[in-house]
């Protein structure tokens, strides 16, 4: 079987999930065509002009499926190459733009990334198959979708969004297996400093205004733990991470452990199997890889109590997200995440969540079928 797997902004988390699959499937025969995760509007746009301009025999060549990220402009390039236009088409959705929360065109939701939304809604029409990684995506998805074409000035046919739901699934990202994790013990005593681990993309969207007023909590508290801020850095970095280093470079009992984004995978894995607690500030997150990966090292997750964290974790692993007149309350907010972080600090963590469902083992055979239906198209 010959598959074209299309990844047109290949972030970290699109990059492990197409290559995850590549390696699970050694028996197809992949043509895997990518682009870089940059400029994201212009990306999500013109990768059909980008692959033309020197993939176009690649395109043109013959192929049992496509299976192609919500990114790709899957509805143009099956315009532009006709042969792609019969091929049966698996669209994986790591995300959608609809749940996605606006910075500066917050005070205008219909024309905030509108390309980028249509986009999305022509994929999912053109597609045979569809996967969203959460149900709240799907759903967030689903819905977003039905809000912006009640706001066209001309009525749209709701059978349009009926169509794209018949055909959606839930399919998770599934996790790699590391043979080499080593169980974490609860902490029991108060005496030891607990290790903390922040490891997002460092972005508006993953709330690192919430990251430092949790810091300046901890400072004031006088808690004693160790905290790492890891992840992906981009050209603009948010101005709260600077104060963050600050506080903790001044701070008598905050701990600044590992800071910045770590290249090798071999240091990260041990850093994510040193840690207690991983915490997630995240203004939005449609799996949370990131996340589930620290727990499969053996962190127990502390996750607020909204968007895809509570269809994965039980309420003992969340903290309240409050709100003081529509708005995210974040001092208060982080006073929440404060006062359990103490708790376990005092009574020893609870046990680490089984997040096994996860991976590749249990996720292979869906992965399977759904490659199995193309071809039977």
């Not at 993939?55 to 496509?66: E, G, H, S």
């Not at 005593?189 to 205004?209: F, Q």
């Not at 001092?331 to 609870?350: D, K």
Request: with cysteine; proline share 5%; charged share 20%.
């Amino acid at each position: 079987m010959k598959i074209l797997l299309l990844s047109a902004y290949d972030a970290l988390s699109h990059r492990y999930w197409r290559e995850g699959l590549v390696e699970q499937f050694p028996e197809i025969e992949w043509t895997v065509l990518t682009l870089p995760a940059r400029y994201f509007r212009y990306r999500v746009r013109s990768n059909p002009l980008s692959w033309l301009a020197d993939k176009q025999q690649t395109l043109q060549a013959n192929y049992d499926a496509v299976i192609a990220t919500s990114m790709v402009d899957v509805a143009t390039l099956r315009g532009l190459v006709p042969s792609l236009a019969a091929t049966p088409l698996w669209l994986y959705c790591h995300e959608n733009q609809f749940a996605y929360p606006a910075g500066a065109e917050k005070n205008n939701p219909v024309a905030h990334d509108l390309e980028a939304k249509m986009v999305f809604i022509y994929n999912c029409l053109a597609a045979d198959k569809i996967s969203f990684n959460s149900h709240w995506n799907r759903d967030s998805a689903l819905a977003g979708m039905s809000e912006l074409l009640q706001r066209f000035p001309e009525k749209m046919n709701p059978s349009l969004l009926e169509a794209i739901a018949r055909k959606s699934d839930v399919l998770p990202v599934p996790l790699n297996t590391h043979t080499d994790i080593n169980s974490t013990e609860p902490l029991n005593s108060i005496a030891s400093p607990l290790r903390l681990l922040w490891n997002h993309r460092w972005e508006y969207d993953k709330g690192p205004d919430r990251l430092l007023a949790l810091v300046n909590a901890l400072e004031a508290s006088g808690l004693i733990c160790e905290l790492n801020i890891v992840g992906q850095q981009f050209r603009q970095t948010p101005k709260a991470f600077s104060h963050i280093e600050k506080v903790l470079e001044q701070s008598s009992t905050l701990q600044k452990g590992r800071w910045g984004y770590i290249e090798l995978a071999s240091d990260y894995q041990q850093l994510l199997q040193q840690c207690d607690v991983v915490v997630s500030t995240a203004l939005h997150d449609y799996q949370g890889i990131a996340i589930l990966e620290a727990v499969q090292s053996g962190c127990v997750p502390l996750l607020p109590n909204q968007i895809v964290y509570p269809e994965i974790f039980s309420d003992e692993y969340l903290y309240a997200v409050s709100s003081h007149q529509g708005l995210i309350d974040e001092s208060l907010t982080a006073y929440n995440i404060h006062q359990q972080l103490e708790r376990w600090q005092q009574q020893g963590l609870p046990e680490v969540p089984s997040i096994t469902r996860f991976e590749w083992h249990k996720q292979r055979d869906f992965y399977q079928k759904g490659i199995q239906s193309l071809y039977k198209r």
